[in-house]
């Protein structure tokens, strides 16, 4: 049984950058099964993410759930593949100022 939800260092900088870019974000980093890390949510459209760092590799579980689920899981490793993943490429720079 897990009590604790491990997530990557560059969680809470992801979703603190797709929020400032209007994006809605639900954290299901404590659901665990390989649930992907958030659901990220604008107009009309949502997207699961799983947020890993520059080296950091799918569990058994996390493929195994991306495997069966009936939409796509996107990896993400920065910010930039965050915002690009929801649209908003040209939104990077403008969300990073937001963070400093």
């Given at each position: 049984?897990?009590?604790?939800?491990?997530?990557?260092?560059?969680?809470?900088?992801?979703?603190?950058?797709?929020?400032?870019?209007?994006?809605?974000?639900?954290?299901?980093?404590?659901?665990?099964?390989?649930?992907?890390?958030?659901?990220?949510?604008?107009?009309?459209?949502?997207?699961?993410?799983?947020?890993?760092?520059?080296?950091?590799?799918?569990?058994?579980?996390?493929?195994?759930?991306?495997?069966s689920?009936?939409?796509?899981?996107?990896?993400?490793?920065?910010?930039?593949?965050?915002?690009a993943?929801?649209?908003?490429?040209?939104?990077v720079?403008?969300?990073?100022?937001?963070?400093?």
């Amino acid at each position: 049984m897990r009590f604790r939800a491990k997530v990557d260092r560059n969680h809470a900088e992801i979703v603190k950058a797709l929020r400032a870019a209007g994006r809605r974000v639900l954290d299901l980093s404590r659901v665990g099964q390989g649930c992907p890390d958030i659901l990220v949510g604008w107009g009309g459209h949502q997207v699961l993410m799983e947020i890993k760092a520059d080296k950091g590799k799918l569990t058994p579980q996390q493929e195994a759930f991306r495997a069966s689920w009936p939409c796509p899981v996107v990896v993400v490793r920065s910010v930039g593949e965050a915002l690009a993943a929801t649209g908003v490429p040209d939104a990077v720079p403008a969300a990073i100022r937001r963070l400093e």
